[in-house]
Nanobody, 124 residues
Framework: QLQLVESGGGLVQPGGSLRLSCAAS????????IGWFRQAPGKEREGVSC????????KYADSVKGRFTGSRDNAKNTAYLQMNSLKPEDTAIYHC?????????????????WGQGTQVTVSS
């Protein structure tokens, strides 16, 4: 069974940091780009970032550029999203997803394997 499991979410104050993890099981991440997406209540799912299978290419939504950084450790079959300078508007459920191939995308429709998500709440 192909599975992605996110962890690392939680409650953080504005300006704080969190590091999300995305662990794969049932397949190897070596051949997959990893995207991070978020969905706030009443809003559409939004692409946040992508890191290519080799890690050589990344993409970010304008809303998170300079604050979020995607990375991966293929030996651990895990990808990460480091989130700094968090704002209340970053509050959402964050999902990781896998796209087979070498290119990057932050369009949800391109991704075939999804995790269940982890809640991130930014509030004082």
């Amino acid at each position: 069974q192909l599975q992605l499991v996110e962890s690392g979410g939680g409650l953080v104050q504005p300006g704080g940091s969190l590091r999300l993890s995305c662990a794969a099981s049932g397949f190897t991440l070596d051949y997959y780009s990893i995207g991070w997406f978020r969905q706030a209540p009443g809003k559409e799912r939004e692409g946040v970032s992508c890191i290519s299978s080799s890690g050589s290419m990344t993409k970010y939504a304008d809303s998170v550029k300079g604050r979020f950084t995607g990375s991966r450790d293929n030996a651990k079959n895990t990808a990460y999203l480091q989130m700094n300078s968090l704002k209340p508007e970053d509050t959402a459920i964050y999902h990781c997803a896998a796209l087979r191939g070498y290119h990057c995308s932050i369009y949800p429709g391109d991704f075939g394997i999804w995790g269940q998500g982890t809640q991130v709440t930014v509030s004082s």
